[in-house]
């Protein structure tokens, strides 16, 4: 019954999805074309026009499937309202972000200060309120070793820097056609299966995270349908730093945020190779590591085509889920 459930949730943020996708965008298309980088690969010219700001779609369909699943089948909906704060709460700074660069109709939205600013705001909320509520306090599950550590205040300092990484790390792997809503989708569904093995073998894990992921993964995938190459829409910042943030919530919120440095893996590897590149560059005054980054403009450039990268960055993250489910 568990598993039907589960498969509603994701059946219903998926048709959510689609439809609000699809009606939105031609109004995208005459209000928000994606503008391309100048310095960027000379293949992605030919998406210059195509709409951006797509991820409202899929905020809203998990938001209303996540509800409804919690309401209707059970959970703590405050958990769920944690989850969304933040998940909103990142979409609308990277709604407004999007917003601007539409208005400019250039790649510069909000300031780098300020984009920060109010990503350190959201996280520090849901920090506060998250252990005021939560059964566990400023507890870290470990997995492999089946226990919780109290580290005090430091887990106020650790929720932030993982939403923080997160949100960051999907912003950046959001290059290509289909990849941050392809790999995200799958990253859903690992932590929809691994917070449902986790409740019955392990702790309570409450079901309001279960069905947010769940929710997350019909959404992601619902949008799919338009955003895989060629894209007819992008998820702008809206989406990418939605998508973070929600992740990173859900799974703190679920006890197994640690799980995330394997699931989301390649998350990581893509904000490494652009903190690598960068900091290589100072170092060596012009060098470089990768011809370009993220690290899939770098396979790009090697000669692979974009619906190569995307697929094998999917297959790598489908590996490390798996690798993940059996750590549980």
């Not at 250039?106 to 309120?129: D, H, M, R, T, Y």
């Not at 995270?209 to 190459?229: H, P, Q, R, S, T």
Request: aromatic content about 14%.
């Amino acid at each position: 019954m568990e598993i039907l459930k589960l498969i509603i949730v994701i059946a219903i943020a998926f048709v959510i999805a689609v439809i609000i996708t699809k009606y939105e965008i031609p109004v995208l298309r005459r209000k928000a074309g994606q503008n391309i980088r100048e310095e960027g690969l000379k293949s992605h010219y030919s998406k210059a026009g195509t709409p951006s700001m797509g991820g409202i779609s899929f905020i809203i369909a998990a938001c209303i499937a996540s509800l409804i699943a919690t309401l209707a089948f059970g959970g703590n909906i405050l958990h769920t309202i944690a989850i969304l704060i933040v998940f909103v709460g990142f979409g609308l700074i990277g709604f407004f972000d999007d917003y601007l660069k539409v208005i400019k109709k250039q790649n510069e939205g909000l300031k780098a200060k300020q984009k920060f600013g109010l990503q350190i705001i959201i996280s520090v909320v849901f920090a506060v309120l998250y252990t005021a509520v939560s059964d566990y306090g400023t507890q870290i599950y470990f997995p492999i070793i089946d226990r919780f550590y109290n580290v005090g205040f430091f887990y106020y300092l650790f929720i932030i820097f993982a939403v923080l990484a997160m949100t960051n790390a999907v912003n950046l792997t959001d290059g290509l056609d289909g990849l941050a809503s392809g790999v995200t989708a799958l990253v859903s569904l690992f932590f929809t299966i691994a917070g449902s093995i986790a409740a019955s073998k392990l702790f309570a894990v409450d079901l309001a995270e279960i069905y947010f992921f769940a929710a997350l993964c019909g959404g992601c995938l619902g949008f799919l349908v338009f955003n895989k190459n060629p894209a007819k829409v992008f998820m702008g910042d809206t989406g990418s730093l939605a998508l973070g943030g929600g992740v990173a919530a859900a799974a703190i919120v679920m006890k197994l945020e640690l799980l995330l440095l394997i699931a989301g893996l390649l998350y990581v590897i893509e904000a490494l190779s652009v903190v690598l590149q960068v900091s290589y560059f100072k170092a060596t005054h012009g060098k470089r590591i990768f011809k370009m980054a993220p690290i899939h403009h770098h396979f790009e450039m090697c000669g692979f085509s974009e619906r190569q990268v995307v697929t094998g960055f999917w297959l790598f993250t489908f590996i490390c889920c798996i690798v993940g489910l059996f750590i549980i």
